[in-house]
């Protein structure tokens, strides 16, 4: 029998709070991204400038500055131009860069996989050390017991928190690569490289998600089932990793999607400070250049991508505990 014929007895009902789950979160998607967007759009063409004089260069004759603005659709009415940017997008085009007269479609391909390896490097190094140390933490504290040991990692934490990924990228920079110069400062060339970028972006998150888990985990003893557990005298290791950790990882699951999204945004800043040829190096050059297409495509990109963690962070919640969605229905 599958779990979810077993889900299905044990909570009647719940295919169809399933369906609708689903159509609910469907719906969600189609205007988060329908908002995202007209933002996008509305961001761009609402900035004082003209970036065909930009994009071509102060000395640039006057008929060529028109006849590029014609070519591009800028003379016509935002409403206008707002229409076409819908119609290629549901062609799947992103335009033309006005800097290199590239596909944005190619600019963003060549740049997106050096600013997923950051990200997912440094989740991946913010999960495998916040899980074990808030663990730890709380089987170390629980009771109250071993109060130093609580409050030095308390304010550790808070401190590591607190510190901007940028702050803590110059901080690294200094340290590891200019002063003990053991690991390279810029570019991305080699294992080496990624070091520096991927432990700015880690530190923060990680600090968060171990307080979490810790606190969830505390929560978690206190329950019937693993006072259960103990007078059975099972090892404790056994009811933190079978009983405790799973139950107390829902909460772990949804901030960590939250603070997800967050990292992705953070590489912006933390890939200017190690000149990482990434989307968020990209989208500043792009700024400057008023290249709106490439600032376009980038900001969809980001935005998509903040959507789909949290879409995904529902989904794994709803499949963890199946009552949530009969609940929230």
Do not use: C
């Not at 916040?130 to 609580?150: D, K, Q």
């Not at 901030?255 to 800043?269: F, K, R």
Request: charged share 15%; hydrophobic share 55%.
């Amino acid at each position: 029998m599958t779990n979810a014929a077993v889900d299905a007895r044990t909570f009647p009902g719940l295919d169809g709070a399933w369906a609708r789950f689903a159509l609910r979160r469907l719906g969600r998607l189609l205007v988060s991204v329908w908002v995202l967007v007209t933002a996008a759009f509305l961001m761009i063409h609402l900035i004082p400038g003209d970036p065909v004089r930009a994009a071509l260069g102060t000395t640039a004759p006057a008929s060529l500055v028109a006849a590029r603005r014609a070519a591009l659709g800028l003379n016509d009415p935002l409403p206008v131009q707002y229409a076409h940017y819908l119609r290629e997008l549901f062609q799947g085009r992103l335009g033309t860069s006005m800097t290199s007269g590239l596909p944005v479609s190619q600019v963003i391909g060549d740049r997106l996989p050096a600013t997923l390896e950051v990200a997912v490097l440094a989740f991946a190094l913010a999960a495998l050390i916040s899980v074990p140390l808030g663990l730890t933490m709380a089987a170390l504290t629980r009771g109250g017991r071993r109060r130093p040991t609580e409050l030095a990692f308390t304010s550790t934490s808070v401190v590591l928190a607190a510190i901007p990924e940028f702050l803590l990228a110059v901080g690294l920079v200094y340290v590891f690569g200019v002063h003990l110069g053991w690991v390279p400062v810029a570019g991305r060339a080699g294992p080496a490289s990624y070091i520096l970028p991927v432990v700015s972006l880690a530190v923060g998150p990680a600090a968060v998600l171990a307080r979490i888990v810790r606190v969830e985990t505390l929560s978690v003893l206190q329950a019937d089932y693993i006072r259960t557990a103990r007078a059975k005298r099972l090892p404790d290791r056994l009811i933190y990793l079978r009983h405790a950790l799973p139950n107390a990882l829902t909460a772990t699951i949804t901030i960590g999607g939250l603070l997800l999204s967050a990292m992705v945004a953070g590489t912006v800043l933390v890939e200017n400070v190690f000149a990482w040829p990434g989307l968020g190096s990209t989208i500043i050059q792009s700024i400057q250049a008023k290249d709106y297409p490439v600032v376009q495509g980038i900001v969809l990109v980001y935005g998509a991508g903040v959507l789909l963690v949290n879409l995904a962070v529902d989904v794994t919640l709803a499949l963890l505990d199946p009552r949530s969605t009969i609940r929230e229905s």
